[in-house]
Each structure stands twice: as structure tokens, then as C-alpha cells.
């Protein structure tokens, strides 16, 4: 007879979704508008853009500007276009 197990892996402050840019962002902004800031936090780590993929940023979250816009501590480097994930 077969059983299903079930496991916490993850703690529920560990889950977040992923949000995304919904403007192009040029390269040397800290400003990132995206479609929700919620359940991000100031000093936040953040990757912008594929995982794993050439072009991926990594940026910390400097504070919550609005509910669609966040401030990162540092500029980033690279542009990203619309669309992109933004990772928490």
C-alpha cells in the first residue's frame, strides 16, 4: 500500500516569490520598479535578472520605496529589460 510522506523543508520565512522588472532599467540606477515589493525588507539580498545566466546581478535592498518600487544600497551594473526576474 502506498504512503505519501510529507516533509517541512522550508521554513515559511524562507518562502517568497520572485517578482519582476516591469520597465527596462539602465545600467548605474538603484531604482528598481517592479510589479510588488511585498515581502521584501531592507537589506534584503536580491538577484536581478536569470539565475545562473550571464547578465544576473546580485544588489541588496537599501529600503521599500513604494509597493512597486525598490531602493538598492549600491547601483547596478548592468542594464535589464522589462520582464525580468527579480529574485528574492
Not at 54 to 77: F, H, K, W, Y
Amino acid at each position: 500500500m502506498p504512503t505519501t510522506l510529507r516533509t517541512a523543508s522550508f521554513k515559511n520565512i524562507n518562502l517568497r516569490e520572485r517578482t519582476e522588472l516591469i520597465a527596462d532599467v539602465p545600467a548605474g540606477v538603484n531604482l528598481l520598479p517592479v510589479v510588488s515589493t511585498e515581502g521584501y525588507v531592507s537589506g534584503d539580498v536580491i538577484y536581478v535578472g536569470t539565475l545562473s545566466r550571464e547578465g544576473c546581478e546580485r544588489a541588496a535592498v537599501d529600503s521599500i520605496v513604494s509597493v512597486t518600487s525598490l531602493s538598492l544600497a549600491m547601483p547596478l551594473e548592468r542594464p535589464h529589460s522589462a520582464f525580468e526576474s527579480v529574485w528574492p
